[in-house]
């Protein structure tokens, strides 16, 4: 059959979100590939520049629908280093478990789509079911079940609520006993295995010179996690293995996720056995100094980076945000070429594109 | 009394009732058109005749019995899915039969919906198409015979038409002609695919399915529902052609192109495949028809290997035969919950390099059994 175009989004159940993927195919075989993104741009960068640095958090939480209290945290960080701030101990403790939560809330939430992707509408029920545990106890923490709006400048908006630790160690046990049940679901699926095993092999050179980070480059092989290598917060102090799987396709993808839903729920049972007592906030001055800040964090899909340069007004002179997923999905034609039509469902999927982050 | 005699009977009845007022008419009239009367109610009168018209209504109350049966299908699919699914299932519309008019609602909406034929498709092809594959997958389900006496292969003198499994499958095997038909004059890519997966994934499943269909008629001599069910009166095919019955599932899960195997409707990747362009109640139609041919799957699967109709007396065989399709029809739907689907290429292995082979082996067991005087 004569090589053709197909577009796959910007409205395409293979999309999460609103992107396009443009691939060349001969018969079912793809030959070329090619992302576009930007059909979702909302200048987010630009708004920041007439926000004042706390109006900013909710914006900062409207980048990412999947994983919005990294992103809010992020922006929290990136500012008390530009501002000097030094963040109450407890406020950090409680930072780490609620993030980690968000990660395996993110987490469940990619599995879900990739198993729905993959045609089983069982994982995507059970995945969104088990997600509910962890998005009730941020809600209960927060207010709000998506958009968290939690951390501040120099701590976190209140304190935990009061059978906070019982609510965390409970659901984290219950999500251990789902993990079992999740790899007995997919691992000891055969179909499962046939459809990722050897698909969309990213090697480890080409995943870090196309700078991958996150799941992703962890799933090829590289041991490079931002929580290990240049910790932040209250990370050095917990003790934790950032999961690493050495085979590079999509099966190793998707065990290096299941893993990191493991290490999150060991780290939260530690954050929350040594949160101390004491303040959770301290007050941020008004305006910022004349300077710069800079926060990288191991976002649930990667590293994220945010820059901020101060004017001493209350307002950021500039704000950059540098998104996991903008990159990442460049190794898009790496991955793609030489597999079939059904496999791009597959090797997207793997690369969890939330495109609020992308396309800022 | 059988389903033919008890038409023959209704259909008799009303002809001479209109045939009284006739008759009537004939005498008060001139005697030019009064003969004409009378030869007009007797041809009305005839053997032939009232036998045409009465393996016509056979055929209504054939569809109509299984259309109802289609609605309780989807009923059940969704309450099973819910189960497994951990939530309910349809449970609001007919609250006090446990959702089961949901399945009206939904025909409801789509009935309501805009029927859209975009401006560049072909329009011959894109509205035969539906027409081709409803109606073939409609004649295959009258096809059906619940027992002896219920199906529309009885008839008066003997106890059935003699291939009549054989023209249930001919017309299960139109579809995909009709997918390929529309994914190609849809105008549109994923359409397209879809058609040629179709097509492919047919012409590959069809064979072993037709090869483990030979084992059976060769154990039990016969091309028809009543022959091979009889056959099955000491022990079902299923436990001699073990194999056979697997591979049969398997092959009648891909025909029917449901889960496991339903890459020319493959949501995630050809947004909805051959059916993308079909919007309304078009939709809802091919949506029955996939249903329908489910029922038709388990049907054949429990007439074939599962024994038919027969069953302890406790109740009418009837009851036995829809009781074990729909057995069948839930692992099927137990396989399409719990699976994932697989890719093109894998789809052609398995069929050719896994289920061809074992099929050929159960022919050969069949072929064996057969000789050794076995059946």
Not at chain 2, 207 to 229: E, K, Q, R
Not at chain 2, 280 to 292: A, D
Request: glycine content about 8%; aromatic content about 14%; proline content about 4%.
């Amino acid at each position: 059959m004569a090589e053709m175009w197909i577009n796959m989004g910007p409205q395409h159940p293979m999309t999460h979100g609103l992107w396009n993927l443009r691939i060349k195919v001969d018969g079912e075989t793809i030959v070329d590939a090619e992302p576009e993104v930007g059909y979702l741009h909302r200048g987010i960068e630009k708004l920041c520049e007439d926000r004042t640095y706390t109006q900013i958090i909710p914006i900062a939480d409207r980048l990412c629908y999947g994983a919005s209290l990294a992103w809010s945290h992020l922006y929290c960080m990136t500012v008390e280093d530009l501002m000097g701030i030094e963040v109450p101990e407890r406020a950090e403790y409680i930072r780490v478990a609620a993030l980690e939560m968000q990660r395996i809330a993110s987490h469940l939430m990619w599995l879900a789509a990739y198993a729905a992707d993959l045609g089983a509408m069982i994982g995507f029920i059970y995945s969104m079911r088990d997600r509910e545990v962890f998005i009730d106890i941020l809600q209960a923490l927060s207010g709000s079940r998506i958009t968290y709006n939690f951390p501040r400048i120099g701590g976190v908006a209140h304190d935990v609520y009061p059978t906070f630790e019982r609510d965390t160690l409970r659901a984290c046990g219950y999500m251990e006993k789902k993990l079992k049940e999740y790899e007995d679901l997919y691992e000891g699926s055969k179909v499962f295995m046939m459809r990722n095993e050897g698909v969309g092999v990213l090697k480890k050179q080409d995943a870090m010179n196309l700078g991958v980070t996150g799941p992703s480059l962890r799933a090829s092989g590289v041991k490079y996690d931002i929580r290990k290598d240049m910790p932040y917060s209250v990370y050095p102090e917990i003790d934790f293995e950032p999961a690493t799987h050495p085979d590079c396709d999509c099966y190793s993808r998707f065990k290096v996720r299941m893993d990191e839903m493991y290490q999150s729920c060991r780290i939260i049972r530690q954050a929350v056995a040594k949160m101390p007592k004491g303040k959770w906030r301290v007050l941020a001055p008004r305006n910022g100094p004349v300077g710069t800040g800079i926060g990288r964090v191991e976002d649930p899909r990667g590293e994220g980076m945010m820059y901020v340069v101060g004017n001493g007004t209350d307002r950021p002179y500039r704000l950059k945000i540098r998104s996991p997923i903008f990159v990442s999905v460049s190794a898009a034609p790496k991955m793609l070429i030489g597999y079939k039509v059904a496999d791009v469902v597959a090797i997207m999927g793997g690369l969890d594109m939330c495109i609020g982050e992308t396309d800022r | 009394m059988n389903l033919f005699e008890f038409c023959f009977g209704i259909i008799h009845w009303l002809v001479d009732l209109v045939n009284h007022l006739w008759y009537w008419l004939g005498d008060h009239l001139p005697w030019v058109f009064g003969d004409f009367f009378d030869w007009a109610g007797d041809l009305a009168r005839s053997h032939g005749n009232i036998a045409f018209f009465a393996i016509m209504a056979e055929v209504v109350i054939m569809v109509v019995i299984a259309l109802v049966n289609v609605l309780n299908f989807i009923w059940i699919d969704r309450k099973w899915m819910g189960r497994m699914f951990d939530f309910y299932g349809p449970y609001y519309v007919g609250y006090r039969i446990g959702g089961w008019l949901q399945n009206l609602a939904d025909g409801i909406k789509l009935f309501v919906k805009e029927i859209i034929t975009p401006t560049k498709v072909d329009k011959i092809g894109f509205l035969l198409g539906p027409v081709i594959f409803v109606a073939s997958s409609v004649l295959a389900l009258a096809t059906i015979q619940f027992s002896p006496r219920f199906g529309v292969f009885t008839n008066g003198i003997d106890t059935g038409v003699s291939a009549s499994l054989l023209i249930a499958f001919a017309f299960f095997a139109i579809a995909p002609f009709a997918i390929l038909v529309m994914g190609w004059s849809s105008n549109n890519k994923y359409t397209l695919i879809g058609g040629l997966r179709s097509a492919a994934q047919m012409m590959s499943y069809e064979i072993p399915m037709l090869l483990c269909v030979a084992s059976v008629f060769l154990l039990a001599g016969d091309f028809s529902f009543m022959g091979v069910v009889s056959a099955q009166h000491d022990v079902w095919f299923a436990i001699p052609l073990v194999i056979g019955f697997f591979v049969f599932l398997t092959c009648m899960v891909a025909e029917v192109e449901i889960q496991p195997f339903d890459l020319p409707e493959a949501e995630a990747e050809l947004v909805e495949g051959w059916t993308t362009e079909y919007p309304g109640f078009r939709f809802g139609l091919f949506m029955m028809t996939s249903y329908m041919r489910g029922y038709i799957g388990g049907a054949l699967v429990t007439a074939l290997f599962l024994g038919g109709w027969q069953g302890p007396a406790l109740i009418p065989d009837e009851f036995w035969f829809l009781i074990k399709a729909y057995l069948v029809f839930l692992v099927i739907e137990w396989m399409r919950w719990s699976n994932m689907r697989v890719r093109v290429d894998q789809l052609l292995n398995i069929g050719w390099k896994r289920l061809m082979p074992l099929a050929v082996l159960n022919l050969l067991i069949a072929v064996a059994l057969k000789t050794m005087g076995w059946f």
